[in-house]
C-alpha cells in the first residue's frame, strides 16, 4: 500500500527556514520521481518542485528558486524540502506526490505559515 506522510511544517516569521520531510511507504522511492506541491487558501494546488529518480535532476518553480532545495534519501525512503528565506506568500498546506504505476498518491500535507 502506497503512503507517503508530510512532516515538518509550522509557524515561521518571514526569512525563516523549515524543513520539509515526505516518507514514503509501499514502494522503492529510488524509481520514482518526486514532487512537492502547495496550495494556497483560495489558490489552486501548484508545484513547488520535484527531484528525478534517475540522475536527481531537479526542478523548482521561479517562485521558490534559490530559497528551496529538495532532495533524497533513498536508504531513509525520504524526500526533503528545505525552505530558507520564508515569505509570508509562502504560506500554505505542503503536499509530496508520486505517480506510480498503480496510480497518483498524494500525502495528507503538512501546514506552513509564515508571519511576524
Known amino acids: 500500500q502506497v503512503q507517503l506522510v508530510e512532516s515538518g511544517g509550522g509557524l515561521v516569521q518571514p526569512g525563516g527556514s523549515?524543513?520539509?520531510s515526505c516518507a514514503a511507504s509501499g514502494f522503492t522511492l529510488d524509481y520514482y520521481a518526486i514532487g512537492w506541491f502547495r496550495q494556497a487558501p483560495g489558490k489552486e494546488r501548484e508545484g513547488v518542485s520535484c527531484i528525478a529518480s534517475s540522475d536527481g535532476s531537479t526542478y523548482y518553480a521561479d517562485s521558490v528558486k534559490?530559497?528551496?532545495t529538495i532532495s533524497r534519501d533513498n536508504a531513509k525512503n525520504?524526500?526533503?524540502?528545505?525552505?530558507?528565506?520564508l515569505k509570508p506568500e509562502d504560506t500554505a498546506v505542503y503536499y509530496c506526490?508520486?505517480?506510480t504505476l498503480?496510480?497518483?498518491?498524494?500525502?495528507?500535507?503538512?501546514?506552513v505559515t509564515v508571519s511576524s
Not at 78 to 85: A, D, F, G, K, P
Not at 105 to 111: K, S
Open 102 to 111: 498503480l496510480g497518483n498518491y498524494w500525502g495528507q500535507g503538512t501546514q
Open 78 to 85: 525520504t524526500v526533503y524540502l528545505q525552505m530558507n528565506n
Open 97 to 99: 506526490n508520486v505517480v
Open 18 to 20: 523549515l524543513r520539509l
Open 66 to 68: 534559490g530559497r528551496f
